[in-house]
């Protein structure tokens, strides 16, 4: 049995789908089974990264898991938990969501933080595989109001260059890695779209979708952060998608061939992503 924790995000949706269309036996698991359409065939299990008991149930026969949480001040103890639990129910391969980017040493908590888990995985007992993608496509579409009413793509990215991915894709290429973990165990994988753009490439690629002209604000990233923190945001939120470009370095915005390799295809294109979520920008 495979378990997907985080399920109805998107990458872990994304994976349940991917191996539910290929016939694999999987469960989530989800904090509310009431408010989760599950595909037909899933088994759901809920549960809570921070309920042993829960968590414990859901590990039940599992062999292989997708382990992926929501960031947050409490990250690091919740799956610290996780993996306690994943040893004693026996799991053999963990398959951990991480981030290209990831390091003790970097100056974003979210970074740190992955690599902190991620080095908790490597000394497991389990098999493992790290799957580590670049910034989502998807968080454009925290602009779409702003594109569609304004024409305006406000971002603190600065002038670089950023190999942005697809999160169908990650949730595609995890459930290659599950649907066959011995093939991948120590691996560790850097996911990034075809090509790196950088935020005026993506403002032009907005226009064409929108159908207006639309315009990169390049906001500086203490005034992001204030922006954001008015907006109601957590400090810690708010600082970390406010200065997250620090995260990566030349090294980082490199185009990767991992992704094209565990899918047997191209990721998709930044074009792609806008065209099956032109609703969103168009007025």
């Known amino acids: 049995m495979i378990l997907i924790t985080a399920a109805t995000g998107q990458v872990g949706s994304s994976a349940l789908n991917s191996l539910i269309a290929a016939g694999t036996p999987v469960r989530a698991l989800v904090r509310d089974p009431m408010g989760f359409a599950a595909p037909e065939g899933v088994q759901v299990v809920q549960g809570d ?8 149930k859901a590990l039940g026969g599992v062999a292989f898991m997708l382990l992926a949480g929501r960031d947050g001040p409490d990250s690091v103890p919740q799956h610290r938990r996780v993996l306690a639990q994943a040893r004693q129910a026996g799991v053999r391969h963990v398959v951990k969501l991480s981030a290209i980017g990831a390091s003790s040493a970097s100056p974003i908590a979210l970074m740190r933080e992955h690599h902190e888990i991620d080095e908790e995985v490597r000394k497991g007992a389990a098999g ?3 799957l580590k993608p670049h910034l989502y496509m998807q968080n454009l579409l925290r602009a779409a ?3 569609r009413r304004e024409g305006r793509l406000a971002a603190p990215m600065g002038r670089d260059r950023f190999p942005l991915v697809d999160t169908r894709d990650v949730g595609a290429a995890a459930a290659m890695v599950l649907s066959d973990p011995a093939a991948h165990a120590g691996k560790e994988y850097a996911l990034t779209g075809p090509i790196a753009v950088s935020y005026e490439e993506v403002a032009k690629a907005l226009a064409a979708i929108a159908g207006r002209a639309v315009t ?6 203490l005034e992001f952060e ?3 923190r008015t907006g109601g945001m957590p400090e810690w939120r708010a600082y970390d998608l406010a200065h997250i470009a620090l995260a990566y370095g030349a090294s980082e915005n490199v185009v990767s061939p991992d992704l094209a390799m565990l899918l047997g295809r ?5 074009f792609e992503f806008l065209e099956d979520h032109r609703s969103a920008y168009s007025s």
């Open 49 to 56: 990264f921070d309920d042993d008991a829960s968590i414990a």
């Open 145 to 147: 109001n702003s594109v």
């Open 266 to 270: 191209q990721p998709g294109s930044l």
């Open 128 to 130: 493992w595989t790290l």
């Open 216 to 221: 990169y604000e390049a906001v500086a990233p």
């Open 226 to 228: 204030d922006r954001l």
